[in-house]
């Protein structure tokens, strides 16, 4: 079974944000490895402090760009199940712009190190 990978949005999905959300806001690749990363069996949550309207406007700009992710600020149901209800999302890998060091620009970059993770 694949890892749960909690994703940020601002920052790591997007460019940090300025200004409306455009298509050109991608982060490189992102698209296509957050696919493959699914397609491997991966459980991807977005995990971003947005809320309301600035969460509902993320919400249509993923959509609009073809991005799913199965779990938006919450736990999958099997974890639910496991360790009770949490504010907190459990993930094995969490991917945020504000980790130490920050995050390569390119999501191919971060798929290497996803699957370095993996060995």
Not at 16 to 22: E, M
Not at 72 to 90: G, L
Request: glycine residues 6%; contains cysteine; hydrophobic residues 35%.
């Amino acid at each position: 079974m694949g890892k749960t990978i909690a994703i940020d949005f601002d920052g790591t999905v997007v460019y940090d944000r300025v200004g409306p959300l455009l298509t050109e806001n991608l982060k490189l690749n992102i698209q296509n490895v957050l696919r493959r990363l699914r397609k491997e069996g991966n459980i991807l949550i977005l995990y971003t402090c947005r809320v309301n309207e600035c969460l509902e406007e993320a919400l249509i700009f993923l959509q609009i760009n073809r991005i799913k992710f199965d779990h938006i600020n919450d736990n999958p149901f099997e974890r639910i199940q496991k360790r009770k209800r949490s504010r907190k999302v459990y993930a094995d890998i969490y991917i945020d712009d504000r980790q130490l060091g920050g995050i390569p620009d390119d999501w191919e970059e971060i798929y290497k190190i996803i699957k370095e993770y993996d060995r």
